[in-house]
Nanobody, 124 residues
Framework: QVQLVESGGGLVQPGGSLRLSCVVSGTIFSEKAMGWFRQAPGKQREFVAGLSSTGLSTYYAGSVQGRSTISRENAKNTVYLQINRLKPEDTAIYYC?????????????????WGQGTQVTVSS
């Protein structure tokens, strides 16, 4: 059974930074693409960033492009999401997800397993 556990969320002031982590078990992590998504209250889940199994291809939503970095450490079965210059509109529950193949996409329907999420709140 595939399990994903996110961590690193919290309350941060506007302009601050966070690094989210997601540890994956129960699958061959190095062969899987990974994605980060988020869901704000009353809104649909949206794509934030994606990363191929090799780590060579990355994808970002326009809302975080230029201020976020997705990365992976296959030896630790872990994917990270660094977000800088945080804004109040970044407030959401952040989820990591694993895809069954090595190429990442932006659609949540393409991902097979999900974590429980970690809350990120950006407020002064």
């Amino acid at each position: 059974q595939v399990q994903l556990v996110e961590s690193g969320g919290g309350l941060v002031q506007p302009g601050g930074s966070l690094r989210l982590s997601c540890v994956v078990s129960g699958t061959i992590f190095s062969e899987k693409a990974m994605g980060w998504f988020r869901q704000a209250p009353g809104k649909q889940r949206e794509f934030v960033a994606g990363l191929s199994s090799t780590g060579l291809s990355t994808y970002y939503a326009g809302s975080v492009q230029g201020r976020s970095t997705i990365s992976r450490e296959n030896a630790k079965n872990t994917v990270y999401l660094q977000i800088n210059r945080l804004k109040p509109e970044d407030t959401a529950i952040y989820y990591c997800a694993v895809r069954g193949v090595g190429h990442a996409t932006t659609s949540p329907n393409d991902y097979d397993s999900w974590g429980q999420g970690t809350q990120v709140t950006v407020s002064s």
